[in-house]
């Protein structure tokens, strides 16, 4: 897909904002559809658009010639995302060879960057649980990720998977949080090196005593086993490349500057001094001293002369 010059403002807009940042914006996930889908797997699409509702684009058409692990099977996949400016994409399929199929996967560059297809097996979903409704998290909310079992660390499906979720559902990168507004938690347990059980739980805050509260989970759903089946890793080089960072910018001193014979050189401006309008004092002490030996010097004259008056030669 060409992207044109823009012809308006608005346009000239759109494209600014998905230019490469300093700071990135929060990254947006693309949800679609394959030929054939199971009950089950629209109401898991659904429920993972309802739990990203404001940061997802769902499309609800059928989409044939989408195949993320074939080669050319991604075209279709990097127009839309292109298309809706989403660096995360969920696809799910369903065939009698892989039912139940979802591809998580990320993009950069809108370029496939990684892929993990997982099979959706137990699925409960949000209304088959039983809780106060006032417990419902809301949306748009920072969510707590708890990863349960070694094989995060040992296995190397699930090390991937663990990152694909967290891109997944953690939202925009904050620095400060408030405790108040963390009311969930997803829970990951793996059962074995290719399986986890994923659950959805609310947070509940009770008294504790202390300034921290005691918390309490209450699941709210959906949950269900997910089954890793294919991974694919991105290469060194797009991997190297989709970690550069930006160097710090060293904060801007006013007035100084850096030469290399002299070095660091700063400009001091001093403002203009207003002599004539100083107020100054009429008793000075040093001049009283002058004054008393400019007296005496006087008195000692006098008399010399007074003295030569009186006896003429």
Do not use: W
Request: one cysteine or more.
């Amino acid at each position: 897909m060409q992207i044109k010059t823009p012809k308006t403002h608005r346009g000239k807009r759109e494209l600014e904002k998905r230019a490469p940042k300093l700071v990135e914006n929060g990254k947006k996930t693309l949800i679609l559809h394959g030929t054939k889908t199971s009950a089950v797997l629209n109401t898991v699409l659904t429920e993972i658009y309802h739990l990203k509702r404001g940061s997802a684009i769902k499309y609800s058409k059928k989409n044939d010639n989408i195949r993320p692990f074939e080669s050319g099977g991604e075209t279709s996949l990097e127009f839309f995302s292109l298309k809706t400016d989403c660096s995360l994409f969920v696809f799910g399929s369903h065939s009698k060879k892989r039912p139940n199929n979802l591809v998580l996967g990320r993009t950069y560059d809108n370029h496939i960057y990684d892929l993990v297809e997982v099979g959706v097996d137990n699925f409960r979903s949000m209304e088959s649980f039983v809780y106060d409704k006032k417990l419902t998290p809301k949306i748009g909310t920072k969510p707590f990720f708890a990863f349960i079992g070694d094989n995060f660390e040992s296995s190397e499906e699930l090390k991937h998977l663990k990152e694909v979720l967290l891109d997944l559902f953690r939202g925009e990168v904050v620095e400060n949080l408030n405790l108040a507004g963390v009311d969930r938690v997803f829970m990951c347990t793996a059962l074995s090196s290719t399986t986890v059980f994923m659950s959805h739980c609310a947070l509940r805050l009770k008294r504790s005593g202390t300034s921290v509260p005691r918390m309490e989970l209450v699941e709210v759903g959906p949950s269900m086993d997910l089954v890793v089946r294919r991974h694919r890793l991105p290469n060194e080089s797009l991997k190297k490349e989709a970690m550069k960072a930006a160097p710090d910018q060293p904060k801007k001193i006013k007035n100084v500057t850096s030469d290399v014979v002299q070095g660091k050189v700063g400009t001091i401006y001093i403002p203009d001094q207003q002599v004539g309008g100083m107020p100054l004092s009429n008793k000075v002490r040093g001049l009283k001293r002058e004054r008393r030996v400019a007296k005496k010097n006087n008195s000692g004259g006098e008399d010399q002369s007074k003295k030569r008056k009186a006896n003429p030669e």
